[in-house]
């Protein structure tokens, strides 16, 4: 099992960039697929990005291609959401979730989810 913690949220202007970071213990990265995701007030939970398992295939949703990179320090245990060109629409609960078993990823078929980072962008 295991546990993941995020960091970096906060509040940004329109055009900013910041980097969030999902912190993982209890198991190895790498032995997972690990994915991004935001929920919006009164919307649903979204994937924003997904990297498999062995690191050698990305996927980003298409509000945020060009804009945002996910990647991984398999020393540190990390995963990393870099986002650049921030938009008011960026707006929203921050999640990283980790799944053992199917790619593409898809909210219901997480096995573990962080609690999440807030990040709030204004214009």
């Known amino acids: 099992q295991v546990q993941l913690v995020e960091s970096g949220g906060g509040l940004v202007q329109t055009g900013g960039s910041l980097r969030l970071s999902c912190a993982a213990s209890g198991d190895r990265i790498r032995r997972y697929a690990m994915g991004w995701f935001r929920q919006a007030a009164g919307e649903e939970r979204k994937i924003v990005a997904a990297l498999t398992r062995n690191g050698d295939t990305t996927y980003y949703s298409d509000s945020v291609k060009g804009r945002f990179t996910i990647s991984r320090d398999i020393d540190e245990n990390t995963v990393y959401l870099q986002m650049n060109n921030l938009r008011p629409e960026d707006t929203a609960v921050y999640y990283c979730?980790?799944?053992?078993?199917?790619?593409?990823?898809?909210?219901?078929?997480?096995?573990?989810w962080g609690k999440g980072t807030l990040v709030t962008v204004s214009s």
């Open positions: 979730a980790a799944e053992s078993t199917y790619w593409p990823l898809k909210v219901a078929d997480m096995d573990f």
